[in-house]
């Protein structure tokens, strides 16, 4: 039976001042947390690179006709892809896909590549840099480690291009049609292929505070503040590109409030910017429980039950911080051992064994889970 095609949305860019927090909803690429698909404008032609959020605001970067152009060079705007609704109601979602799979399947009028001229799309290098990509002469064009670099089309096998997909469903997909089908399969499928990824949602301070996605809770309960019970949340935010756990917290007026530490700083609302919240993904399906474990036993070398959830080294950690048992969330860092949080606009820090008791999260695989 042949495919009937659905009424598509257009794709959306969105203007992005540079220096300023990220848009709502920007589209990420696979396995950074920090990078975004970017678009810049110059005499007529369409680049494409990254763009990042540093301390806050975003910083991004350009290969433009063998010149490296980054946020101080342009200096004012640029366009960052976003992605607001589901499959179901834009006719589409984005895909990810090897360059070698996608010249295989060039006819795919279902697999279009996400183009804003007649030739040029948008390729990642896995690891290394966001880049425009030729489709007719099927070369590419980065900025890699400060430097312009050009790859050749048998040098791209291994590179993503960003599709449109327009006849699949994107793995865990919570749409009621979706959830429907996985039930379906549950059954049928194997555990071979999990999600296994924690995932990290987009925001800024001072965004409504989200209702729609379950976000994962501190002790999963209020915690014992020195102000009374109060929910925290696990945030992410980078300072000087290096990841900073913190929290997150629905303020009186159901907007978003923050509190890191960094540098040993203390950094509140009004100096973050664009953050990121970790969504609670349903164990079946994301293949992991997530559960707070003490210090001591998630920083320990070796093979055990429950890993702690870092970058780097840092994790999320609720912190005791006196004899009545007042508790913030913050970070700890995992390799020299301390622990942090802002406390009253200020920075307090424990290390050593007197970190030791407090709980840390982490998460442990399971054998369960549906297949994605």
Known sequence: MPLIKKEVSEDSWEEQIIGAPLVS?????PDQNNMYVARYDREGLVYFGSAWSESGVVQCEFACEGIKVNGSDIGDKIRILTYDGNHKTKGFFYEWIKFARWLHHSNDEFL?????????????????????????????????AGQITSLAESELYDCLILVRNLRDRPPHCSCEQCVKIEALEKEAQSSDHLLMVNEWADYRVGDTFPKTKSLIKALDRPLNTLNGPQEQYVAL???????VMGRAWNDANGKIAAAFVSRKMPFLSSAIGSLQLLVQIPPSVAGFDYSWQPYNEAAKIGSKEWNP??????????????????EYLGSADLKEEFATT???????????????????????????????
Do not use: M
């Open 25 to 29: 909803n920007p589209v990420q690429v």
């Open 342 to 372: 802002v406390i009253k606009n200020n920075v307090f820090r424990l290390e050593g064994s007197g970190i030791y008791n407090f709980k840390v999260l982490c998460r442990k695989d399971r054998d369960d889970t549906q297949a994605i």
């Open 112 to 144: 279009i590549p996400l183009r804003c001229s007649t030739s040029n799309g948008v390729i990642f290098w896995p690891q290394k840099a966001l880049g425009t990509l030729n489709i007719e002469k099927k070369t590419a064009t980065f900025v890699c």
């Open 309 to 326: 959830v870092h970058i780097g080294f840092t994790a999320p950690c609720v912190l005791v911080i006196d004899q009545e048992g007042h």
């Open 237 to 243: 935010w980078y300072h000087f590109g290096h990841a």
